[in-house]
């Protein structure tokens, strides 16, 4: 199993930028599918976007949710084994804690992965 860790986050106005890291350790990275969640006080944690192996040579699949898709965009580097978050256009509401998520079973990484980060607080102020 690896262990994630997130960096990245910070304060930012509404409108900029910012990237996500995060890094697992191990040396079988490219066989999980990594994920990004977040998570306010009092609501449940929820999915923001997922990379996994298509099972084309060189090809990934991307998944979104709703409220980010155009905006944020997942990627991974599978030589540095590290999977990024790049959020444009930020809003306020994309306030959160953002934790990364691994799981080698493509299925369930943007439901219950098993395997999480500590998290990485991102603000946006008005």
């Known amino acids: 199993q690896v262990q994630l860790v997130e960096s990245g986050g910070g304060l930012v106005q509404a409108g900029g930028s910012l990237r996500l890291s995060c890094t697992a350790s191990?040396?079988?990275?490219?066989?999980?599918?990594m994920g990004w969640f977040r998570q306010v006080p009092g609501k449940e944690r929820e999915f923001v976007a997922a990379?996994?192996?298509?099972?084309?040579?060189?090809?990934?699949?991307?998944y979104y949710a709703d409220s980010v898709k155009g905006r944020f965009t997942i990627s991974r580097d599978n030589a540095k084994n590290t999977v990024y978050l790049q959020m444009n256009s930020l809003k306020p509401e994309d306030t959160a804690v953002y934790y990364c998520?691994?799981?080698?079973?493509?299925?369930?990484?943007?439901?219950?992965?098993?395997?999480w980060g500590q998290g990485t607080q991102v603000t946006v102020t008005s």
């Open positions: 990379i996994s192996w298509s099972g084309i040579r060189w090809s990934d699949n991307t």
């Open positions: 998520a691994a799981d080698t079973r493509r299925e369930v990484i943007t439901t219950t992965p098993n395997t």
């Open positions: 191990g040396r079988t990275f490219s066989n999980y599918a």
